[in-house]
């Protein structure tokens, strides 16, 4: 099995695994410039297929960011010309893309504080307005996320409704007993869809993360509205969370390098495997996205893990993955399908006590078009 860290030009060509760790390697080069020199000649040797590098960068949401570290390091000159101009504009348009959401996100704030309402911002949301990155162009992001007490949220899901919000499907009552956040909300003319949280969590992980949990140790953002985003201790934790629990990252093995970079410049403020250690709950999961983060970026000393045996295994699993895509994208898919199996055992189950959710069900059986917007889901 090929080590963790190839040396950059080592290999005559580039494949994806090399792609993905060289743009891990760029992505701390604002951190440690002290890699330029390794960079800078991988570039140079021609071992580097940009093609291959722009496609890891995209489908990882890590382009601008890419780009804005290559040319802090002033290395754009060894770039081809034309890559440079579509890399500036690119993320130029993500720039501007951002600077809306701000303002969006600024504009629903002060509509919330009229009903006594004070958003915390969470995730890509809260680390623009929070000022992480350098550059506001840095983080490509779809949805403004904010959490509010689970009292108010559906408050402020009328709130934004009676100002030209509207749900994507009506899943209300569905909402009122148990999803942690509101179906997703769009208003034409507005760049980005609003999600309303009143847990950061599904259950039953929100048992130990939760509103409760952080609201002492909010900070207060500079802005002419009342915002907060968690502490940088609770960011660190949440963006880990997030990622292991909610998205499956844990039992998926999947990379999501995005995240990780926000992992990555959170950490120049915080220890996190000393937070995940004091946090004390689902240990071997955090410990686990610590593992794969510091191979991703090889080695920072800002992030660092635990090596036991449940880390090791998280870690060569990964590896596995990473050098066998096709067996990856199949075992992926099946552990996709047996998650859904379940997730209709349960359907089925609450359908039997619960009258709101055999009127969700049948809803949803009657809509034609659900029917193919779920096997693209499943697919």
């Not at 960079?39 to 890419?66: C, D, Q």
């Not at 078009?369 to 096997?375: D, L, P, Q, T, V």
Request: hydrophobic content about 40%; overall charge positive; charged content about 25%.
């Amino acid at each position: 099995m090929r080590r963790w860290f190839p040396q950059l030009v080592h290999y005559s060509k580039m494949n994806y695994s090399d792609a993905l760790f060289f743009t891990g390697k760029c992505l701390t080069l604002g951190c440690y410039p002290d890699r330029i020199d390794e960079i800078r000649a991988a570039i140079r040797s021609g071992w580097v297929e940009w093609e291959r590098v722009v496609w890891v960068s995209t489908a990882h949401f890590v382009f601008p960011a890419l780009y804005l570290q290559l040319k802090r390091a002033k290395l754009l000159s060894d770039l081809p010309s034309d890559l440079v101009e579509y890399m500036d504009e690119f993320t130029n348009l993500n720039r501007q893309r951002n600077q809306q959401i701000i303002d969006q996100a600024i504009e629903i704030t002060a509509l919330l504080n009229q009903h006594d309402i004070c958003p915390i911002f969470l995730k890509g949301t809260a680390y623009l307005l929070d000022g992480l990155f350098e550059d506001i162009a840095e983080r490509m992001l779809v949805d403004i996320d904010f959490l509010v007490p689970e009292k108010d949220m559906l408050r402020a899901a009328e709130i934004l409704i009676n100002d030209g919000y509207h749900g994507r499907e009506d899943d209300e009552f569905y909402v009122k007993k148990s999803h942690f956040h509101y179906p997703g909300l769009i208003r034409e003319g507005k760049i980005a869809g609003v999600e309303i949280h009143r847990w950061m969590l599904d259950m039953p992980y929100r048992k130990y993360f939760n509103y409760e949990y952080i609201n002492d140790d909010k900070k207060k953002l500079e802005l002419p509205v009342r915002a907060y985003v968690f502490s940088d201790s609770h960011q660190i934790i949440n963006n880990i969370m997030v990622v292991q629990i909610n998205d499956h990252g844990f039992w998926q093995g999947k990379i999501y390098l995005r995240q990780m970079y926000d992992l990555l410049l959170l950490s120049q403020k915080k220890d996190p495997i000393m937070l995940v250690k004091e946090f004390g709950h689902y240990f071997h999961r955090l410990n686990a996205y610590l593992a794969i983060s510091t191979k991703i970026f090889a080695n920072p000393p800002c992030i660092s893990y635990e090596p036991t045996w449940q880390s090791r295994l998280y870690l060569r699993r990964i590896r596995t993955d990473i050098n066998y895509p096709k067996f990856a994208r199949y075992y992926k898919f099946v552990f996709k399908m047996i998650r859904q199996i379940f997730y209709y055992i349960n359907v089925l189950f609450q359908t039997t006590y619960r009258k709101d959710f055999r009127q969700f069900i049948f809803k949803k059986l009657r809509n034609p078009s659900w029917y193919g917007e779920h096997i693209r889901k499943l697919l």
